[in-house]
């Protein structure tokens, strides 16, 4: 059955499904993913809250007992590990209590109180689940505990339900590998008398059925005798039969079951599917999370789980639904901040307005209940036509988006794992799908991805002011280093093979520009600036194929389906706003910003500092308020461009604009800000600040500003990969908005071509450019075709 985590993981996930302790089993199960514990924990508490009554709790104590006896083995490196155990004890205390099992009843609960009292110390982290959920299951317990000694209450019989929980865990414990013949049998038997015991109503019946087909695959493998396989499919078959759909707990580990059985049995047409299907419940957990920090925790596995998908996809060359997998598991809580953004207008077209109301009331109070939740998401699904609620679009509609979006091909970059190359998986507007194995595509076995990483982690943290790090121009220079190692990586891991092996096979791009490509990088390779990979000649990629990067296939179908807003000179430019500290000041982008505005955005509003150390903007100071007053505008004159250069920062309270005064502006807050009003049409935002391109470590969610803006509506955002120089990328972006509203090219060309404008020595230099960046390019010491300063742009949308 695997090691102590695999085993008991499942029987966690498998407990979880009972909606009365659904959000209880959600949050035990964010905890220590790999540690056996968590699983032990989640089994015994949720069991025993199952029924609600006061007299299991002598079995629960006795149960937590040897759950603690396990995690103390290895304790599980967690800063409220201590509070968790605290609770634990406290409450295997209250349960000999209440039925006369210890001998001195006051010093129990003496300890108790102490217990109790621990818990409110700093050993239990704020953002620690179990804290909470564990903390509710002791107090009201503490509360009851004199009445129940008092009452003199019996001890408490064993039921059916608890004969097969016991069972459960004796039968995954004996399923080891190293356990032998006898104790594998012995192990399959105790299983089956788990699913004797519990009766055919039982709510865990699925994953009852579910745990001995696991018990028989695992036989079946440690013995090399298929015997087991087809009563294993049987149990698999009969569990899901009795879903409710993606929203019932054990949907992924049914299918995940159906799929290695029948891969077992020879069947590889079929198995596969079966493990690309178990992924819808993934969107199920994301859309019942009330915000973005509780969608991206419920994601958390979800990306690993679609790479396994693919590659069994893969293995039995089904590209689309290869596809399918990896899209499953990129970019959840995006996909669910967009779907939830109509929730109440949608409700009502179906005909349900008082469940809309309450949807509204709840929304604008502490926000919906779980209950609520389930009710409306269940109704969304109907709704919703063929299932497409849960899944990502099929090829029909990428090849749609890609060519209303004038992109030859969306390409999924796969990590290598353990047993399986690396992966570029390509949807193209026209002709076949394809993958190519990319061997060298490791990066975490990489010394340049690394020290590439470390020196960018290094920079930001000196330039934005959050660390002690003053020597910025050594810093930079690490940095420089370390960027063109990594590019030369780049182009032998994954950009080679692409530009000189999948390009030539697009038969039918328009000869009128350069192939374009939208890359959907998987993990870490979000980080990698793939446009700046360059050949061993010294050649980037940038000058062979134009790039742009999407969260996922439903967010590039989600940009397409969106009306085009033209180009405006009206709209909002912001530079250096003071930060009150908070932040270094950026005399580069202030002067950029003002020479923007001045140059091609006369009509519009500059917010801000003003250069030459002139003071404020009469317009404003670029507070998160005035960029919150113009998303939300209505009016014609607000126009439909935001630039804003300031400070972007990427920390572990997630990604937000550092504004005016030090204020921030979150990236969640952008998406709830500008659903508000979906009339409001923003053609374009350039977000000429540090890392905006980024999420907040979970990279497969993509939760970044550029991203956030996207799903909000903006039409075509342009964001940054790294800590972008001050007055480095000065040239890039005019010459950017001089593609733009002068020569009036499109968003993704304006940047290509300002990108190719900074490599070439011979480039032509605009009458309007300001005398200011004239005399860059006269500087010696400065080189514009330096990656730093073009590389870091990233083109998303339209």
């Known amino acids: 059955m695997g090691d102590d985590a695999d085993r008991y993981a499942m029987v966690a996930a498998a407990l979880a499904g009972h909606p009365a302790i659904g959000e209880a089993a959600t949050a035990l199960l964010e905890i220590a993913p790999d540690r056996p514990h968590r699983g032990l924990l989640a089994a015994a508490l949720i069991e025993r809250l199952l029924d609600g009554d006061p007299a299991t709790l002598v079995t629960l104590g006795r149960d937590i007992e ?3 006896a396990v995690a103390e083995a290895e304790p599980p490196p967690l800063t409220s590990w201590r509070g968790t155990r605290a609770m634990a004890r406290a409450t295997v205390l209250i349960a000999q209590a209440a039925v006369h099992d210890l001998p001195d ?3 129990a609960v003496a300890e108790v109180d102490r217990l109790s009292a621990e818990l409110t110390t700093d050993d239990v982290a704020d953002d620690a689940p179990a804290g909470g959920v564990l903390r509710g299951l002791v107090d009201p317990l503490i509360e009851q505990l004199p009445t129940m000694i008092a009452s003199g209450m019996p001890r408490a019989p064993v039921s059916a339900n608890e004969i097969a929980l016991g069972e459960l865990h004796a039968g995954l414990r004996l399923l080891r590998p190293e356990a032998g013949p006898r104790r594998w049998d012995e192990g399959v038997d105790r299983l089956r008398a788990a699913l004797a015991a519990s009766r055919p109503d039982h709510p865990q019946r699925v994953q009852h059925l579910c745990l001995l087909g696991f018990g028989l695959l695992r036989r079946a493998e440690f013995t090399n005798d298929p015997v087991d396989l087809p ?15 993606p929203q019932d707990g054990a949907f992924e580990m049914v ?14 047409a079929d198995s596969h599917i079966d493990k690309v299907e178990s992924l819808r419940t993934h969107v199920w957990q994301v859309l019942m999370r009330a915000d973005a920090a509780g969608a991206a925790a419920a994601a958390r596995d979800a990306s690993a789980s679609a790479i396994a998908g693919a590659h069994s996809c893969i293995r039995a060359n089904d590209v689309a639904g290869a596809v399918r997998a990896l899209d499953a598991g990129r970019g959840l809580a995006l996909y669910a901040a967009t779907e939830l953004r109509a929730v109440a207008d949608r409700l009502r077209a179906a005909g349900h307005s008082g469940l809309a109301e309450e949807w509204e009331a709840a929304s604008d109070g502490p926000g919906p209940s779980v209950a609520l939740r389930r009710q409306v998401i269940g109704i969304l699904a109907d709704i919703v036509p063929d299932g497409a609620l849960f899944d990502p679009p099929d090829t029909r509609q990428i090849r749609a988006a890609l060519s209303e979006l004038d992109l030859d091909a969306l390409v999924y970059l796969v990590p290598a794992t353990d047993g399986w190359p690396g992966l570029a998986v390509a949807v193209p507007a026209r002709g076949r799908l394809a993958y190519l194995a990319l061997p060298a595509l490791r990066p975490a076995d990489s010394p340049e991805v690394a020290a590439y990483l470390a020196a960018a982690k290094a920079r930001d943290t000196a330039r934005v002011g959050r660390g002690a790090h003053r020597d910025l121009l050594s810093l930079d220079r690490t940095f420089t280093s370390r960027l063109d190692v990594v590019c030369d990586w780049a182009w032998r891991a994954a950009m080679r093979p692409l530009v000189e092996g999948f390009l030539p096979t697009l038969r039918h791009k328009p000869s009128t520009r350069v192939p374009r490509l939208a890359f959907v990088p998987m993990g870490e390779l979000a980080l990698i600036p793939w446009q700046a990979a360059r050949r061993a000649g ?18 590039l179908c989600h940009s397409a389906d969106l009306r085009p807003v033209p180009p405006s000179r009206l709209g909002m430019v912001i530079g250096d706003p003071d930060t009150a500290g908070a932040a270094a000041t950026l005399l580069g982008a202030r002067a950029e910003a003002y020479e923007i505005w001045g140059s091609f955005y006369r009509g519009g509003r500059y917010l801000g500092r003003l250069p030459d150390d002139r003071g404020i903007s009469p317009s404003g100071a670029g507070t998160a308020d005035e960029v919150r007053a113009w998303l939300t505008a209505t009016g014609r004159a607000a126009g439909r461009m935001l630039h804003l250069a300031c400070h972007g920062v990427v920390d572990t309270k997630g990604a937000y604009l550092l504004l005016a005064d030090g204020r921030p502006l979150a990236a969640e807050e952008l998406v709830t800000l500008m ?18 391109g980024l999420a907040a470590g ?14 909000a509506g903006a039409r075509s955002v342009l964001s940054t990969q790294w800590t972008i120089p001050d007055a480095g990328t000065s040239l890039l972006m005019f010459m950017f908005h001089h593609y733009l509203m002068d020569e009036r090219l499109p968003v993704w060309e304006s940047l290509h071509r300002a990108q190719l404008w900074m490599l070439d020595p011979d480039r032509h230099v605009p009458d309007e450019m300001p005398d200011s960046l004239r005399r860059q390019l006269d500087d010696s010491g400065h080189d514009p075709a330096n990656a730093t300063e073009w590389a870091g742009f990233m083109h998303g949308g339209r």
């Not at 009563?231 to 759909?245: D, H, T, W």
């Not at 010294?538 to 967010?555: F, I, K």
């Not at 979970?698 to 799903?711: H, K, N, P, R």
């Open 66 to 68: 040897a759950l603690l």
């Open 105 to 107: 009843v006051g010093a």
């Open 231 to 245: 009563e294993a499919r049987r149990l698999a078959l009969e569990a899901k039969s009795l879903l409710a759909g």
């Open 255 to 268: 299918h995940e079951l159906l799929s290695q059985v029948r891969f077992r049995l020879g069947e590889g």
């Open 538 to 555: 010294g050649e980037p990629a940038v000058t062979s194929v134009a790039l742009s990067q999407t969260a996922s296939a439903r967010m």
């Open 675 to 692: 659903s508000g009003v979906p009339e409001r049409d923003v053609g374009l935002v350039v977000l000429a600040a540090c890392s905006t």
């Open 698 to 711: 979970d990279y497969d969610e993509a939760y970044s500003l550029g991203t956030a803006f996207l799903a």
